[in-house]
Nanobody, 122 residues
């Protein structure tokens, strides 16, 4: 599976941004999709994930209520809608895929996109 993330950029505190991740695969519904991020100087961390149907989602505590993960299986694309952005949301955001159920661990995801930078400024 090849993943291509896009949509990053510079946004002010309190603003919104939508990230997209397009997957090159004929079996997109076989994969649980996740978003992770790596803030400056820290390790990659879990943000959100959803299973193949999009009905079950899991969020990190730090983004719950502000971010929404969704997928369009007809377009082989997963999205991350980010609202009420804070300076601490500044990071490189990565989409990832795995076979099987939702997991939070970086090590559980096999396929990764290249990352897209989100910068939140005050």
């Amino acid at each position: 599976v090849q993943l291509q993330a896009s949509g990053g950029g510079l946004v002010q505190t309190g603003g919104s941004l939508r990230l997209s991740c397009a997957a090159s695969t004929r079996t997109f519904t076989s994969y649980t999709m996740g978003w992770f991020r790596r803030p400056p100087g820290t390790e990659r961390e879990f943000v959100a994930a959803l299973e193949w149907s999009g009905r079950r989602t899991v969020y990190a505590d730090s983004v719950r209520g502000r971010f929404t993960i969704s997928r369009d299986n007809a377009k082989n694309t997963v999205y991350l809608q980010m609202s009420s952005l804070k300076s601490e949301d500044t990071a490189v955001y990565y989409c990832a895929a795995r076979e099987g159920g939702i997991r939070r661990s970086v090590d559980e995801y096999i396929w990764w996109g290249q990352g897209t930078l989100v910068t939140v400024s005050s």
